[in-house]
């Protein structure tokens, strides 16, 4: 930027500019630039040129705010959480649309996705948070939420993408589900060949098409498999059972779903009967230590 006919109060801001060390530091000196250059119309161009740079900076500069305090504040975990990473125009946000009540914007360009989109999964009377998260290579990809996630639902259009996306799940300590999108576009002798690659790195995958929704029930079963949960209903004596299942780990007792239910409750229990794959015949008599298995029916009798 040229400095002639400038005054010393614009050559002094344009110096501070040039030495900034960061954004606010850079905005800062591009307001002190605009207010002390010339007015006369020679200086137009340059006037524009400084406009349009000071618009940028402080949009950048709103942006990486929003992403910044979106991730830390913005997103409530829920009890069981899903995140969809893969590279750009992968289809995640076509994916989310199909599983959810959620919506990302969709387009052929890239990096459509800044922020993460949060929509809710009902799956047989549960529901899973889903999370599309901005694509790996963007610089809104989100690390954090990654790591954290129970479950990594990995969108590719083929095999060959992995290497670029392992990078970024080397942290993660989620469960992983390849999902092989827009299958809709291969030929069964190709869907043929990443199917049977994929088995032999003995990966967990399912092939999926987002325009077509083929396989959905099975993504949906494979995306609730991934959290190793149980769905335990309860009912008191004399009602039917609750439509609303509790969720618990894999293995839990009699006494992990009383105290999920409200802290102490098994101190109080008389007798608990079971209903359902883990019990011999209906309305079995369990004591407290007795293990749960996935769709069980427990009535607790209180003393």
């Given at each position: 930027m040229s400095s002639t006919n400038q005054?010393?109060?614009?050559?002094?801001?344009?110096?501070?500019?040039?030495?900034?060390?960061?954004?606010?530091?850079?905005?800062?000196?591009?307001e002190e630039m605009l207010k002390t250059m010339p007015k006369h119309k020679g200086a137009e161009e340059m006037r524009a040129n400084l406009k349009t740079r000071f618009k940028k900076l402080k949009l950048?500069?709103?942006?990486?705010?929003?992403?910044?305090?979106?991730?830390?504040?913005?997103?409530?975990?829920?009890?069981?959480?899903?995140?969809?990473?893969?590279?750009?125009n992968s289809g995640k946000?076509?994916?989310?649309?199909?599983?959810t009540n959620a919506s990302s914007q969709i387009a052929d360009y890239e990096f459509t996705t800044r922020y993460p989109i949060i929509g809710m999964l009902d799956f047989d009377n549960t529901k899973i948070q889903l999370i599309d998260l901005p694509a790996v290579e963007s610089e809104y990809f989100d690390q954090g939420i990654?790591?954290?996630?129970?479950?990594?639902?990995?969108?590719?259009?083929?095999?060959?993408?992995?290497?670029?996306?392992?990078?970024?799940?080397?942290?993660?300590?989620?469960?992983?589900?390849?999902?092989?999108?827009?299958?809709?576009?291969?030929?069964?002798?190709?869907k043929r060949r990443m199917s049977a690659f994929l088995q032999s790195k003995k990966y967990n995958f399912i092939l999926f098409s987002s325009k077509t929704k083929e396989n959905i029930h099975e993504l949906k079963e494979k995306i609730w498999k991934t959290f190793n949960k149980i769905r335990i209903y309860t009912k008191q004596p004399g009602k039917?059972?609750?439509?609303?299942?509790?969720?618990?780990?894999?293995?839990?007792?009699?006494?992990d779903i009383a105290e999920k239910i409200f802290h102490g409750l098994s101190e109080n229990i008389k007798e608990t009967k079971v209903t359902g794959p883990s019990s011999k015949f209906?309305?079995?008599?369990?004591?407290?230590?007795?293990?749960?298995?996935?769709?069980?029916?427990?009535?607790?009798?209180?003393?």
């Open positions: 005054s010393p109060e614009f050559l002094s801001a344009q110096k501070r500019y040039l030495s900034a060390k960061n954004d606010e530091e850079k905005l800062f000196a591009l950048s500069m709103e942006e990486k705010k929003k992403k910044k305090s979106f991730s830390k504040e913005g997103i409530k975990k829920e009890e069981m959480q899903a995140v969809l990473i893969g590279l750009a946000s076509s994916i989310l649309s199909c599983l990654a790591n954290t996630a129970d479950t990594l639902l990995i969108v590719i259009e083929n095999p060959s993408q992995f290497e670029k996306i392992f990078p970024f799940l080397e942290k993660t300590a989620g469960s992983k589900l390849i999902i092989l999108n827009k299958i809709d576009l291969l030929e069964e002798k190709e039917p059972a609750d439509s609303d299942p509790v969720i618990l780990p894999e293995k839990s007792t009699v006494k209906p309305n079995q008599k369990v004591s407290l230590k007795h293990t749960l298995k996935d769709r069980d029916i427990v009535e607790f009798c209180i003393k």
